[in-house]
């Protein structure tokens, strides 16, 4: 799901030695790989379903939207807002690097051009890039290890590729040691002034895996904000239909 929303494969792959290790010895490099790979993909596998709900607070007003989601790699993502009851139907398909939202009201799909995938989803503090996860860590951003003595956790620090397009200039991510699970991203902007605090929150069993079931995101340049997901179900390496990543 989200980086977040981000999107996990939780797999029993084990590793002897640490990240500090791996950093060291080149040979040890493709575990690294692997590893921020699975942080890339958090809640998600070859194929997953799910259910949530995300929570939008503002100094103004606060509202709430349940919805359903179906993914397929980092490639495919269908997301279709079931409640509140004026937002019913409202959907986000996104197939390879084409996205589109369906407005039910009105009975039209529009497609997403490239400069509105920061744009705000649904009002809420999560981007139209976060959602559906058009950038690739693995792919778009280089990695290190941060020194750090907290023997509980471990620090990487992603920075954009060069001829990489994307808006943050680091994210700073910080997962538990014992299982590799992440619990906490910061975004920089290109000056290094932290604008954003992603919480993996409430780690428990769902769907066959132990995962994250809450994202809270705080927007730092934004008073009195914050947007929270919560899953509710999930399913891991379901049969989906062909037709569900389609316009139709």
């Known amino acids: 799901m989200i980086r977040t929303v981000i999107f996990l494969i939780f797999t029993a792959i084990i590793f002897s030695s640490g990240w500090a290790t791996a950093f060291a010895d080149p040979a040890q490099e493709i575990d690294i790989k692997e590893i921020v790979d ?3 993909r958090i809640l998600r596998s070859d194929t997953s ?10 100094p ?10 179906w993914t397929e ?15 019913r139907g409202v959907a986000t398909l996104r197939t390879g690097t084409e996205m589109w939202n369906f407005f039910p009201k009105i009975n039209k799909v529009m497609k997403v051009p490239p400069s509105m995938m920061m744009s705000s989803w649904m009002g809420s503090d999560f981007t139209n890039d976060d959602l559906v996860k058009e950038s690739s860590m693995t792919r778009d951003y280089d990695y290190r290890l941060i020194e750090n003595p907290d023997t509980e956790h471990y620090y990487v620090e992603l920075t954009p590729k060069a001829d990489i397009p ?7 991510i910080t997962a538990r ?10 975004f920089y902007d290109e000056d290094g002034t932290k604008m954003r605090v992603m919480e993996l929150k409430e780690i ?20 009195n904000r914050k947007t929270t997901i919560r899953y509710l179900e999930a399913e891991f390496d379901a049969p989906l239909d062909k037709d569900v990543f389609t316009l139709r």
């Open 73 to 87: 790699g980092l490639d495919k993502t269908l997301i279709r807002v079931l409640g509140p009851a004026k937002d």
């Open 38 to 40: 699975k942080v890339d």
């Open 204 to 223: 428990k069993p769902m769907g066959g895996r132990t995962v994250p079931t809450v994202i809270e995101l705080i927007p730092l340049n934004k008073k």
């Open 166 to 172: 994307i808006v943050w200039g680091k994210i700073v």
């Open 60 to 69: 103004n007003w606060k509202r709430t939207l349940t919805m359903d989601m």
């Open 177 to 186: 040691k014992s299982d590799y699970i992440p619990i906490r991203e910061e």
């Open 49 to 58: 379903v799910s259910k949530m709900e995300m929570s939008i607070e503002t």
